[in-house]
C-alpha cells in the first residue's frame, strides 16, 4: 500500500508550529522557591522531615510527551488528509445528470454549489461523459432538456441559466 501526499484542509494552522518553542519554554520553566517566614508556633515542626519533594525540573521524557501532544493537536487542527484527489465524485460510467435546485431557498449556500457543479462538470469532461443538467425550479413552463457533452453544457444558455 503506497501513501500519496498529504494535503491540509486548513494549512494556516500549521504556523501554529511557530508557538511550539515557546511552549517547551514554558514547560521548562520552575515556578521560585516560597518564601520562607519565621512563625513562632511552627517551631515545634522543625524535627519533622518532608518526604514529598519536588523536583528543579520537569523529566526530560515528559516535557517530550507534552510536546508530542501540543504538535499532533497543531496537525489535528490543520485537518490533514490523505490522497486528496483519490476520491472521485462521479461513480459508474454512463452519462451524468445533475438535478440543480436553483429556487429561492437554495440562494443560502448557492456559492457552494456552484462550485460543487464546476467540479462535477470538469469531472465529467475529464471522463468524456455527457451530461444532463435538470433544474429544480423553472421560470418557463416547458422543460427543456437534453444530454450535451460537458463542454457545451458549461458554455450553452440553456443549462447556463438552469444553475446560474
Not at 97 to 124: C, K, P, S, Y
Request: charged residues 15%.
Amino acid at each position: 500500500m503506497t501513501l500519496g501526499p498529504i494535503a491540509f484542509l486548513s494549512p494556516w494552522l500549521l504556523a501554529g508550529a511557530l508557538a511550539l518553542p515557546v511552549i517547551w519554554w514554558l514547560l521548562r520553566t520552575v515556578p521560585p522557591q516560597p518564601r520562607r517566614l519565621a512563625f513562632p508556633p511552627t517551631r515545634i515542626l522543625v524535627g519533622i522531615e518532608n518526604r514529598e519533594k519536588t523536583p528543579a525540573q520537569t523529566p526530560w521524557w515528559l516535557t517530550l510527551i507534552r510536546m508530542l501532544a501540543a504538535a499532533l493537536v497543531i496537525l489535528a487542527l490543520a485537518e490533514p488528509v490523505l490522497n486528496p484527489n483519490r476520491d472521485k465524485a462521479l461513480g459508474g460510467s454512463g452519462p451524468v445528470v445533475l438535478v440543480v435546485d436553483n429556487g429561492w431557498a437554495g440562494a443560502a449556500q448557492w456559492g457552494a454549489r456552484t462550485f460543487m457543479i464546476e467540479r462535477l462538470i470538469a469531472e465529467a469532461e475529464g471522463q468524456s461523459r455527457p451530461l444532463l443538467i435538470v433544474p429544480t425550479a423553472n421560470a418557463a413552463k416547458a422543460l427543456n432538456l437534453k444530454v450535451e457533452a460537458p463542454v457545451s453544457a458549461r458554455s450553452s444558455p440553456s443549462s447556463r441559466s438552469a444553475w446560474r
